[in-house]
């Protein structure tokens, strides 16, 4: 299951990263587009009140300490349904682990 949803995070990167290497983006759109890739890697990891509009709000302070990083990062639980949904069905299977077993999955991928 590691592998499946790391593959699956790096080809969304890839994604962002083919439209970062068009021939065809235009300066002026590099802004939005990287914001708009912000954006999407964290939505995966982030509560939305953590980065909202406004990504110059995030803090480098409030990610340093572990215990204030933990409280921007979304619930194991939700978290498992959300890579299910956003990355791969089969993902789902997740949920049949015991609670430890889940909670270390993502703490894997919080701790990236």
Known sequence: MK???LSKII????????????????????????????KRIASLYLT??????????????????IEEQKKHFIEPQSFIRLISAELDIRLERINTWSEPKRNKFTEIFQNL
């Open 11 to 38: 080809e969304r990167l890839n994604t962002v990263n083919t439209k970062f290497q068009d021939q065809r983006m235009e300066i002026q759109g590099l802004k939005i587009e990287m914001i708009k890739c912000i």
């Open 48 to 65: 939305p009140e953590s980065f909202s509009s406004n990504l110059l709000l995030l803090n480098k302070n409030e990610f340093e300490e």
């Open 3 to 5: 592998i499946i949803c």
